[in-house]
């Protein structure tokens, strides 16, 4: 913890230093600032904030009704709990209320800008300019040193200008590697392996799939197309909706699952959530016998999809009338319906990729503060950490609460 008494500061000196003007670095920023920090944030790019402005489609999932530690994966699920329980979803929420953002809800508790994601970073700059941060942007960090003093000291260079400057609290708030051009970057792991800490194995997470087999022609044939499924990987399932792509599969329900997804690892897709398919399919051979199979499906799923199933799973039978099935070979095609196994080549990887899974290892942090254990004065927040929400608003709503517990303290 950073004694949190006054200092007179030459130009070149600042209580906080935060690396990264994004989500969690912002909501630091003017935490602390409101707390008398003199604090600098330094930024790479030459925008601040691209991530937020890109995010729901530029309209920016900034929370979720709905917050346990269930939705969030990470080595240590623990983790994430002090942090979320310290800066909620209601205070976030509070702090758009009182700028006058309108905002709306959707599916699943999340809620999104009712016009621009713009307004949520033009909130998160008006409590940094009212709190007095300092905000440099076009900024290239050269090395970081601890002082004996333990102070750090920053070299970087401004507009190719070098610049040396000293901090008593260090926050690397840089993010991930989704994404490079939105400012995905791996700088925060390499500051971590300098000081010591450990890394989880990163993966790119909420990440559309895609195929080389047979199933790639046709995804491309099914492109445009959506469909509410169920989605199932290493016991982890989810119902939403998936949408074909002409590199593979796409959609909330996709992503969801790339979450637990590995290379090599089957995934199981349920095209009729809400139907035991070989009791329907059964129970029609009854009633409607002469209909055929294709008509009969078409009830339920699109005329497109069909006609692929059908080419995978009774191409033989494609003009057999439903009475001419045996019942062994109707719950074969009802169990493909209910239980379609498909082995996706690769994901997409970082260049779509939502998040970065894994990061800093959580072990060597505060939950509380996340300030590093063993290096007192440096902290890390938001995505560079080995925490991972899932989709709906759940990554904004750990870099808040996470730059929020730092910024309490640094
Ligand atoms: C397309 C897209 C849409 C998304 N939509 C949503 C959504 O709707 N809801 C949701 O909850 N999550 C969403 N996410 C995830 C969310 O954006 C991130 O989880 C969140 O921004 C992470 O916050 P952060 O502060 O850790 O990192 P970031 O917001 O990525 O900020 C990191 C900052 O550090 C800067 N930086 C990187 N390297 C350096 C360096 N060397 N020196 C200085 N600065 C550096 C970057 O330029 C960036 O400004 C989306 C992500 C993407 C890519």
Same mark, same amino acid.
């Given at each position: 913890?950073?004694?949190?008494?006054?200092?007179?500061?030459?130009?070149?000196?600042?209580?906080? /230093?935060?690396?990264?003007?994004?989500?969690?670095?912002?909501?630091?920023?003017?935490?602390?600032?409101?707390?008398?920090?003199?604090?600098?944030?330094?930024?790479?790019?030459?925008?601040?904030?691209?991530?937020?402005?890109?995010?729901?489609?530029?309209?920016?999932?900034?929370?979720?009704?709905?917050?346990?530690?269930?939705?969030?994966?990470?080595?240590?699920?623990?983790?994430?709990?002090?942090?979320?329980?310290?800066?909620?979803?209601?205070?976030?929420?509070?702090?758009?209320?009182?700028?006058?953002?309108? =905002?709306?809800?959707?599916?699943?508790? $999340?809620?999104?800008? *009712?016009?621009?994601?713009?307004?949520?970073?033009?909130?998160?700059?008006?409590?940094?300019?009212?709190?007095?941060?300092?905000?440099?942007?076009?900024?290239?960090?050269?090395?970081?040193?601890? $002082?004996?003093?333990?102070?750090?000291?920053?070299?970087?260079?401004?507009?190719?200008?070098?610049?040396?400057?000293?901090?008593? #609290?260090?926050?690397?708030?840089?993010?991930?590697?989704?994404?490079?051009?939105?400012?995905?970057?791996?700088?925060?792991?390499?500051?971590?392996?300098?000081?010591?800490?450990?890394?989880?194995?990163?993966?790119?997470?909420?990440?559309?799939?895609? =195929?080389?087999?047979?199933?790639?022609?046709?995804?491309?044939?099914?492109?445009?197309?959506?469909?509410?499924?169920?989605?199932?990987?290493? $016991?982890?399932?989810?119902?939403?909706?998936?949408?074909?792509?002409?590199?593979?599969?796409?959609?909330?329900?996709?992503?969801?699952?790339?979450?637990?997804?590995?290379?090599?690892?089957?995934?199981?897709?349920?095209?009729?959530?809400?139907?035991?398919?070989? *009791?329907?399919?059964?129970?029609? !051979? *009854?009633?409607?016998?002469?209909?055929?199979?294709?008509?009969?499906?078409?009830?339920?799923?699109?005329?497109?999809?069909?006609?692929?199933?059908?080419?995978?799973?009774?191409?033989?039978?494609?003009?057999?009338?439903?009475?001419?099935?045996?019942?062994? *070979?109707?719950?074969?095609? #009802?169990?493909?319906?209910?239980?379609?196994?498909? !082995?996706?080549?690769?994901?997409?990887?970082?260049?779509?990729?939502?998040?970065?899974?894994?990061?800093?290892?959580?072990?060597? /942090?505060?939950?509380?503060?996340?300030?590093? !254990?063993?290096?007192?004065?440096?902290?890390?927040?938001?995505?560079?950490?080995?925490?991972?929400?899932?989709?709906?608003?759940?990554?904004?709503?750990?870099?808040?609460?996470?730059?929020?517990? #730092?910024?309490?303290?640094?």
């Amino acid at each position: 913890m950073i004694d949190n008494k006054t200092v007179k500061h030459s130009p070149n000196q600042y209580d906080v /230093i935060i690396l990264g003007a994004g989500a969690s670095g912002l909501l630091c920023a003017f935490t602390a600032a409101r707390r008398g920090r003199k604090v600098l944030v330094i930024e790479k790019s030459n925008k601040v904030g691209k991530k937020i402005l890109m995010s729901g489609g530029g309209r920016c999932n900034f929370i979720n009704y709905f917050v346990e530690a269930d939705n969030f994966i990470s080595a240590n699920s623990h983790f994430c709990k002090a942090a979320l329980t310290r800066y909620s979803q209601w205070d976030f929420m509070a702090m758009v209320e009182q700028h006058g953002i309108e =905002f709306e809800e959707r599916k699943h508790g $999340q809620l999104f800008c *009712q016009h621009s994601a713009k307004d949520i970073l033009n909130m998160l700059l008006d409590e940094c300019e009212q709190a007095g941060v300092e905000i440099r942007t076009r900024c290239e960090i050269d090395k970081i040193k601890q $002082q004996q003093d333990t102070r750090y000291q920053l070299k970087f260079s401004q507009n190719n200008k070098p610049q040396i400057l000293d901090c008593q #609290a260090l926050v690397v708030a840089t993010g991930a590697l989704s994404v490079p051009t939105l400012g995905g970057s791996g700088i925060g792991y390499d500051i971590a392996q300098q000081f010591g800490l450990k890394l989880i194995e990163r993966q790119a997470g909420l990440v559309p799939f895609m =195929f080389s087999d047979s199933m790639k022609p046709m995804c491309e044939r099914l492109s445009g197309l959506a469909l509410e499924v169920e989605v199932q990987c290493k $016991q982890q399932s989810f119902k939403e909706n998936l949408l074909f792509t002409h590199r593979g599969m796409s959609g909330p329900v996709i992503l969801q699952i790339s979450n637990y997804w590995s290379p090599g690892d089957e995934v199981i897709i349920n095209l009729l959530p809400d139907i035991d398919a070989g *009791q329907w399919l059964l129970s029609a !051979k *009854q009633q409607q016998g002469k209909s055929l199979l294709k008509t009969l499906l078409h009830q339920k799923l699109a005329k497109s999809l069909v006609s692929e199933i059908q080419n995978l799973w009774w191409p033989e039978l494609a003009e057999t009338a439903l009475s001419e099935f045996s019942d062994k *070979q109707l719950l074969l095609i #009802a169990e493909h319906i209910n239980n379609w196994q498909v !082995k996706p080549s690769a994901s997409e990887g970082y260049r779509t990729a939502e998040v970065t899974l894994g990061g800093v290892d959580t072990d060597g /942090i505060s939950s509380k503060t996340m300030e590093a !254990k063993q290096q007192p004065g440096l902290f890390f927040i938001g995505e560079v950490l080995d925490v991972t929400g899932h989709l709906g608003g759940y990554n904004f709503q750990w870099a808040w609460s996470s730059g929020y517990s #730092a910024g309490l303290v640094v």
